[in-house]
T-cell receptor, first 114, second 115 residues
Framework: DSGVTQTPKHLITATGQRVTLRCSPR?????VYWYQQSLDQGLQFLIQYYNGEERAKGNILERFSAQQFPDLHSELNLSSLELGDSALYFCASSVSGTGANVLTFGAGSRLTVL | KNQVEQSPQSLIILEGKNCTLQCNYTVSPFSNLRWYKQDTGRGPVSLTIMTFSENTKSNGRYTATLDADTKQSSLHITASQLSDSASYIC??????????????FGTGTLLAVQP
């Protein structure tokens, strides 16, 4: 157990629907990162939050949004889902928001869009 | 353009053998380099992290090297075990404006250890 908790582990939904993925960072970590990993692809950075504020943005679609709450957990909202959104979504956390520290990853949420 | 390239894409070795994975990068300005192990369907787990001044770092049977001049890193796995079967990802951190770092991920080397 890495200390980073992601729910749900698996999610199956239909095109056009909206889902929310949840992440609780490791105790003491203030920064949360979201990554997407499609089948046989590398990790694609989506967005980073630090202590409740957006710190960096990657290749995140306009249909996707995220936030980090005062208790530091984060949610990734995916809307108007398309088949191509099927992927593993990973959350990672770190102590600082600089990106200089090791990231601790969660076990991921597997999204299947039918 | 900041890039991280890993080779080989995939590798099959017999249990007990050694192997070396390569990572070449063109990231600048360099901050640090990390190796992660990702089991299929699981989250990546950190193996090593090296800064500019470190040229080797070990974690059990894993030894990473860094040549900041040639911008190359390698991950050497000694006496491989079946549990080493995984994707190994090289991640290079670039320092931007102040203390902010940007992480550039390689696409990974898929290692299969066979009995």
């Amino acid at each position: 157990d890495s200390g980073v908790t992601q729910t749900p582990k698996h999610l199956i939904t239909a095109t056009g629907q909206r889902v929310t993925l949840r992440c609780s960072p490791r105790s003491g970590d203030l920064s949360v990162y979201w990554y997407q990993q499609s089948l046989d692809q590398g990790l694609q950075f989506l967005i980073q939050y630090y202590n409740g504020e957006e710190r960096a943005k990657g290749n995140i679609l306009e249909r996707f949004s995220a936030q980090q709450f005062p208790d530091l957990h984060s949610e990734l909202n995916l809307s108007s889902l398309e088949l191509g959104d099927s992927a593993l979504y990973f959350c990672a956390s770190s102590v600082s928001g600089t990106g200089a520290n090791v990231l601790t990853f969660g076990a991921g949420s597997r999204l299947t869009v039918l | 353009k900041n890039q991280v390239e890993q080779s080989p894409q995939s590798l099959i070795i017999l249990e007990g053998k050694n192997c070396t994975l390569q990572c070449n990068y063109t990231v600048s300005p360099f901050s640090n380099l990390r190796w992660y192990k990702q089991d299929t369907g699981r989250g990546p787990v950190s193996l090593t992290i090296m800064t500019f001044s470190e040229n080797t770092k070990s974690n059990g049977r894993y030894t990473a090297t860094l040549d900041a001049d040639t911008k190359q890193s390698s991950l050497h796995i000694t006496a491989s075990q079946l549990s080493d079967s995984a994707s190994y990802i090289c991640v290079v951190s670039a320092r931007y404006g102040g203390a902010t770092n940007k992480l550039i991920f390689g696409t990974g080397t898929l290692l299969a250890v066979q009995p």
